[in-house]
């Protein structure tokens, strides 16, 4: 036997899994394949009856009292001990309007429906996109809805403007908000322009220019320097740095920005700093390929993986204060690490870096122990550091190579 509020339960989970197919319907010819929904309400045998005789008379009484949406059909059971009865058989929704009002639902509903329409109607190739968003739809507001649809109509009409989003010349659009609706632009652009591929980029979907993505390096060779002005430390755009002609023997990526700007002055030597996961920039550097590379980051889990992702794109990356010895050394700086690598595959990893990585998944030495590298003492992590330059540095270079 289903009493009202199990009916409504039912319905909260029946429209979660379907508001986006009866959205959709709402402006197909298809609602009639949908429509009318009819709900058993589970008429109990008399077996039931003669068993739980009060549970039973509750829930006919509920049903009487049934206030909600909806037709409520009620049969009549012949039972040998009973007689006959009159008990209600099922519920029978005649659209999503019904669902939605017995589930609580009914403006943000109302709401989504109105606006779906809006939209389709300006841009009939939506119907199966906007679904997806069913969130915007329906919890928007209105000057944020107003922004969406204005915004979409700039770009249909301005496919290609080249322009930074602070350009863009449409009433409050700022950087912020839309930066953080990127995916639903991107996905109702595409849709709108005919793009069909499955991985979109925003900024080439919308005809936009991105930001510059910026790469922090420093020049630590004092001969160098005197090549870019007497500059050190520099901050250009990516396709910049790539197509500097220099050839350094060494170059240290740095995970934190500290710890780079904590270097001293090393001959034919290079840092690039702070880049965390965005490693994948270093495949796109090819002086890279001919210098002798070494990565330092925190000893944690995700030290290791952004380690295991740059070697991605240089094969023979050296790690360098990244070891056990290291580790246990500074056990009373030891912090907890928020939230750890979710995968344990890092095949990149050499031996010895493979077994500090999962004792430190398998909490070895503690619950989710961290080391980050800017508390190992300075002074010992300088000496060996200058000791991993020197040795390549023996073959007597004593400025960095400069091509003219």
């Known amino acids: 036997m289903k009493f009202p509020d199990d009916i409504r339960e039912i319905l909260k989970r029946r429209f979660q899994n379907k508001h986006k197919e009866w959205l959709k319907a709402a402006v197909s010819d298809n609602a009639e394949a949908i429509w009318p929904l009819e709900i058993n309400l589970g008429i109990p045998k008399e077996q039931d009856v003669i068993r739980q005789p009060d549970a039973v008379r509750s829930w006919v009484s509920a049903w009487k009292k049934w206030p909600g949406r909806g037709s409520l059909i009620w049969i009549e059971r012949h039972w040998r001990s009973f007689g006959t009865q009159n008990v209600p058989e099922k519920l029978i929704l005649q ?8 589930i609580g639902e009914e403006a943000r ?72 609706r990127m995916n639903i632009f991107c996905d109702l652009v595409a849709a709108i322009h005919g793009d069909n591929s499955v991985s ?86 090819p002086w890279l390929q001919k210098t002798r590379c070494f990565y330092w980051g925190d000893i944690d889990t995700h030290g290791f993986a952004i380690l295991n992702r740059a070697r991605t794109y240089l094969p023979n990356l050296e790690s360098v204060l990244m070891d056990e010895v290291t580790l246990l050394k500074h056990r009373e700086l030891w912090v907890e690490e928020t939230t750890q690598l979710v995968s344990a595959e ?16 398998n909490n070895a030495w503690g619950q989710k122990v961290r080391l980050e590298q800017e508390r190992i003492c300075w002074d010992a992590a300088w000496e060996v550091l200058r000791k991993v330059v020197e040795r390549k540095n023996s073959a007597g270079f004593t400025c960095l190579n400069i091509k003219q």
């Open 109 to 180: 509903w109302s709401r989504a429906v109105e606006r779906f329409k809006f939209l389709v109607q300006r841009w009939s190739v939506l119907p199966d996109v906007l679904p997806r968003h069913f969130t915007i739809l329906a919890d928007y507001d209105d000057s944020d809805f107003l922004r969406l649809s204005d915004m979409l109509s700039w770009l249909e009409k301005n496919p290609d403007s080249n322009l930074f989003i602070r350009q863009i010349p449409v009433a409050g659009i700022n950087s912020k908000w839309l930066e953080s």
């Open 346 to 361: 890092l095949p990149l990893l050499t031996d010895a870096e493979q077994k500090l990585f999962q004792s430190l998944k």
């Open 200 to 285: 979109k980029d925003f900024y080439k979907c919308c005809g936009l220019k991105p930001l510059p993505q910026l790469i922090r390096m420093r020049i630590l060779d004092p001969c160098l320097r005197k090549h870019f002005g007497g500059l050190g430390d520099i901050s250009a755009p990516l396709e910049e740095v790539a197509n500097l002609d220099i050839t350094p023997v060494n170059v240290f990526i740095i995970e934190n920005v500290q710890t780079g700007l904590a270097f001293e002055d090393l001959a034919n030597t290079v840092v690039i700093m702070g880049l965390g996961y965005g490693v994948d920039v270093l495949g796109k550097i």
């Open 95 to 102: 659209n999503p309007d019904d669902v939605a009002f017995l």
